[in-house]
């Protein structure tokens, strides 16, 4: 079945530094990609979306890019701030018709310090 | 637009007793998503509805669990007798129900604690 891995938190970083947190999946079928954050006392939020192989999902800074040939959506921002401090999700949906699944990874908690 | 709306927020009620958790997904949306979210567990979709049916109740616990969709716009969630072991975050989520590779919108959930 569809599987989404993410690396292990959690991720301690100063303000202003280089992010990455990594994202593997393992699907049968074609899916679509998401990052998902989650603030304290929250819900969760989408946060980028990538629907095609080589498609660049970006917001608020972050990008993620659907890496077909290595099973990868790496998430990545060049400068993080305090605000970005949450828990963040890789997750995958089929594009099967008729399945609405959301597939996660098990979350990653970033905290950045200033 | 008005978001996933959850209610109530935050609930803590004694073991035995019975919990209703309530939900109104984005208008116009056709799926419908229980979550429930711990530490040790994590994440963990406990059913979802299309069109008000549910498609896969795969997820819910045991029998002390049963969820309902009586039209598009509310569902709920609900706990008879509720444990301890159910204290959790429980949330809502609604996406188009166009197909699948949709993204789902989440509620703020309801923390759920059981004393």
């Known amino acids: 079945g569809d599987s989404v891995t993410q690396m292990e ?66 998430l990545e921002k060049g400068s993080v701030q305090v605000s970005d401090s949450a828990v963040y999700f890789c997750a995958l ?22 | 637009d008005a978001g996933v709306i959850q209610s109530p927020r935050h609930e803590v009620t004694e073991m035995g007793q019975e919990v209703t958790l309530r939900c109104k997904p984005i208008s116009g949306h056709n799926s419908l998503f229980w979550y429930r979210q711990t530490m040790m567990r994590g994440l963990e ?18 029998d002390r669990f049963s969820a309902k969709m009586p039209n598009a716009s509310f569902s709920t969630l609900k706990i008879q007798p509720s444990e301890p072991r159910d204290s959790a975050v429980y949330f809502c989520a609604s996406s188009p129900g166009t197909g699948g590779g949709q993204p789902q919108h989440f509620g703020d959930g309801t923390r759920l604690s059981i004393l």
């Open chain 1, 9 to 74: 938190g959690p991720v301690t970083l100063s303000e202003e530094a280089f992010l990455t947190i990594n994202c593997t999946y393992t699907a049968t079928g074609y899916p679509s990609l998401f990052w998902y954050v989650q603030y304290p006392g929250e819900g969760l939020q989408l946060l980028l979306k990538a629907t095609k192989a080589d498609d660049k999902g970006s917001n608020k800074g972050f990008e993620a890019t659907y890496r077909k040939e290595t099973t990868s959506f790496h």
């Open chain 1, 93 to 114: 949906s089929d594009r099967n018709f008729g399945n609405e699944k959301l597939t996660f990874g098990t979350g990653t908690r970033l905290t950045i310090i200033p």
């Open chain 2, 45 to 62: 979709l406990l059913i979802y509805f299309n069109n008000n049916v549910p498609i896969d109740d795969s997820g819910m616990p045991e």
